[in-house]
């Protein structure tokens, strides 16, 4: 069984003690030859300037093939297809093109009054620039804002047909879930590849919380385990193996891709690839 493409997922630092970690984070995982890296937006779009430098410091730095984050928050069209456009003319190819969290203190999104309504309307944007691959979200389990998960297959659908290639999911804790959802996926006629998000579990008590947020749901056997393990200060190891036995069963059910979750702390998300046979590039790791 061969090994999987695999890609990862950086947020630009707000900090100078954050910038050397993303830089460790980027030198770590590089050689792995990622198909791709991506750079979030903060919370309300509050990192845009800082993802901007990000995209383009990895970029020329390592050679990556990076995607950049767009949202529609707090922003009008203008301002979104100017930042479009800036990424153009930096030579960044990929978007993962996004509706956006709320801003900080607000409960739900709400569309700027000149800006993009939807995930949709943004993708229809950016497609006709023709600059740009693009990716989007997606929800194996349902987002909070969806009536069901049959609804957000059917919104993927949409922003597909607007003109998307592929799509990233929010992570989850259990391979069925995911399985379950690409199965759907293609009843309703989604052709278009669907990577499963997978997110190393750095921190139990913080995994929980992003959880909770994103409406993903948490296995009763995984809080019991992590509880086991902290009292035996073996936290690293079962994250480890978790992470890597779901991340087979999705290999062995004919998943090519998975999109690793990093949160700037790459050494777990590295020993998952190692143990699922994702071997560095000895040239790139010796310039890195």
């Known amino acids: 069984m061969s090994s999987p493409r695999v ?3 950086f947020f630009p630092p707000q900090t100078l003690d954050a910038s050397f970690r993303l830089w460790e984070t980027v030198q770590t995982l590089a050689p792995l030859r990622p198909n791709f890296v991506s750079v979030t937006y903060g919370a309300g779009g509050t990192t845009r300037t800082l993802t901007h430098e990000a ?3 990895i970029g020329k730095q390592f050679g990556l093939n990076v995607a950049a984050h767009l949202t529609c928050v707090e922003a009008t069209r203008a301002e979104t297809l100017e930042i479009a456009k800036s990424y153009a003319e930096a030579g960044v190819t990929e978007i993962v093109s996004l509706r956006g ?3 900080k203190g607000a409960e739900r999104f709400t569309p700027h009054p000149e800006g993009f309504a939807s995930s949709v309307e943004l993708i229809e944007a950016l497609a006709a620039t023709g600059n740009f691959t ?6 194996p389990e349902p987002h909070p804002d969806a009536a069901d998960t049959l609804a957000d297959v059917r919104w993927l659908k949409r922003k597909i047909e607007a003109g998307a290639t592929s799509a990233i999911t929010q992570f989850f804790f259990e391979a069925d879930t995911f399985l379950r959802f690409r199965d759907l996926c293609a009843k309703e006629g ?3 590849p669907v990577i499963p998000g997978i997110l190393p579990i750095e921190n139990w008590n913080g995994a929980k919380r992003f ?4 409406g993903a749901d948490v296995p009763v056997f995984l809080d019991e385990a992590f509880a086991t393990a902290k009292r035996d200060g073996r936290e690293d190891l079962l994250a480890t193996a978790i992470c890597t036995e779901m991340c087979d069963k999705l290999i062995q059910e004919g998943v090519e891709d998975l999109h690793f979750y990093t949160l700037n702390r790459p050494h777990l998300t590295r020993e998952v690839c190692h143990a699922l046979g994702v071997a560095p590039d000895v040239v790139l790791e010796n310039v890195a």
């Open 101 to 103: 969290d709320a801003p």
């Open 55 to 57: 995209v383009t410091a």
């Open 190 to 192: 989604i052709t278009a």
């Open 7 to 9: 890609s990862f997922e």
């Open 211 to 214: 959880a909770q947020r994103c």
């Open 134 to 139: 693009l990716r989007v979200g997606a929800y």
